[in-house]
Structure formats: structure tokens, C-alpha cells
């Protein structure tokens, strides 16, 4: 007597259970490849009839200057002056340079006072205590070099000097002026080892912007 699923029947039964088995897998990786072949195709649709936007007319922002503030040259002791002042010579001056603006200024020009404008002579460095014998009105002799008989005369330097925005890397800028000091050939006595305090600058030929700062300290001057 022959047992159920034993011998040949049996065989064919589990081969037809697989095959039913792969028939119902099939069908079913059909349906998900046709399923997102369908996603894909909506995507592609969707990307071709993209709706294109447009710019209204007069779009725009806003923006807004910056102050001008004036700039500040002081006299500064350091470094010290390597060319030194004597009767009918020149001499170099020190000066430091502020900017207050959140910009570089470039300065090409320095407008000079009268040459009948005299320094004041000091007895230290400080610029404390005046050089009793040599002050402006002794006179000192001691001007500026190239000034002239006209106020505000234009004196182009060698190099423009870029002082760096404020806050920033050489700002404040000193800078040595190269032989820019002229004293008489009657110069008193009494300016002998003398510090002076140079007159007052009238002007500067300047302009603010983007620009590459001048390394402090610097070397520089007028030859005319």
C-alpha cells in the first residue's frame, strides 16, 4: 500500500507548488517595477511642464553710505628721526597717522602752510615744555620743506599711504617724512638739541575706499 506524497506524485506536487510559488514572486516584481516606472514617469512630467517665474519690474534693495570723518597726524617721538635738523639743513619728521572711518584713506598730497611759518622747539620728546630762546615767534627758522609763500600749497609724496580701516591692521599709520623739515642758516643757538613741534598741516589730498593698507611704520616724503 503507497503512502500520500510518496514516489513520483509527490515529486511533482512540490514542483508545481514551486513553480506556482515563482509565478506568484514574478507577478509581484512586475507590478513594483511597473508601480514606480509610473512614479518615474509622473516625476518626468512634472519637471518638463515646470512653470517658469518671472522678475516683477523695478526690484531692488537698499543700501546706505558710510560717514566721512577726518583724519588725525600728530607728532610721535618712535621711531626717531635719523636725519637731524642744523642751520641751512634738513631733517626728517615723525607723524602718526589716524583714520576713523571703517575704510582705508589713501593720501597722495599734503598741503603745506606760509614758509614764514615757524616750529616750536621743545626740550624733550614729549613735547611738553617749550625750548626757551627757540620758539615760533624767536623765529625758530625751522619750516616745512617746499613751503611756499602761499597757504595751502600742494606737495605730491613720493608713495601714496594707505591707512588701514579704523580697527584695523595700521591704523594708526606712522610714517617717517624724509628730509621734510628745513631750518634757516640763522637759526638761534638756543635750538640746539631741539625737539619741534612742526606746524600745522592745511590740508591733504585724500580719497576713501577698498585699497591695500600702507605697513607701519613707513617711510616716505615730498621732494618738491
Known sequence: MARWGSGSHSKKFILRARRQEGDRRSRKAAFVFALLGALLAGTAVYAATNWVIGLGAGSSGEAQSANVANITITAVAAPAATNLLFPSGTGDVVASISNPNPYPVT?????????????????????????????????????????????????????????????QANNPLVVTLTNDASMGATAPAACENTFFSMPSFTGITATGGAAVSTISPATDAWTS
Open 107 to 167: 593720501i597722495t598730497a599734503m598741503l603745506l602752510p606760509t614758509n614764514i611759518i615757524y616750529a616750536t622747539g621743545y626740550t624733550t620728546s614729549a613735547l611738553s615744555v617749550t625750548q626757551v630762546g627757540c620758539l615760533a615767534a624767536t623765529p625758530s627758522t625751522v619750516i616745512w620743506n617746499f613751503s611756499t609763500g602761499s597757504s595751502g600749497s600742494s606737495h605730491t609724496l613720493t608713495l601714496p599711504l594707505t591707512v588701514g580701516a579704523s580697527g
